[in-house]
């Protein structure tokens, strides 16, 4: 188990170059000292998680930050594969994406995500939003370490 306040490993899933940068700075302006890895699609990250090709020495990240609309594969196909798979189905994966479309929502949650978060178009708001998540999280809750090869 995480021990809470502990830094954590983080999956970050977006293709956006500019809320990538967002989400970095956030990290930063709160002092937050979890180490965030990003994937730029779906491909990608489901290559992190299956430690293949480039990502074969990846870490099993504690928490996943899924976008939606992402090339290759999008992340709903990402968590549906996720959930689905009894090594990754216990890491946490909040979705964090622009769409506040009512059926991303519910289909998310019946995919198995763990939190729906839209995000904030203005820094200010999505810095503390990425503020919460981690504290939530991080601070909060109680996470699954994971230790296997």
Do not use: C
Request: net charge negative; glycine share 6%; charged share 30%.
């Amino acid at each position: 188990m995480t021990v809470p306040g502990r830094p954590i490993d983080i999956l970050l899933v977006e293709d956006d170059p500019g809320d990538e940068l967002m989400t970095r700075e956030a990290f930063e302006d709160n002092k937050i000292g979890n180490t965030l890895h990003v994937v730029r699609d779906g491909e990608e990250a489901l290559d992190f998680l299956y430690r293949q090709g480039a990502y074969a020495e990846a870490p099993r990240p504690d928490l996943i930050l899924l976008d939606l609309n992402l090339p290759k594969y999008d992340g709903r196909q990402v968590l549906e594969k996720v959930k689905a798979d009894p090594g990754l189905g216990h890491i946490p994966v909040v979705v964090l994406t622009t769409s506040a479309a009512e059926e991303d929502i519910l289909r998310s949650y019946r995919l198995h995500a763990n939190a729906y978060v839209t995000k904030p178009v203005d820094l200010d708001q999505f810095v503390a939003a990425i503020k919460q998540i981690d504290e939530f999280f991080v601070q909060v809750v109680r996470l699954p370490r994971w230790h296997s090869s």
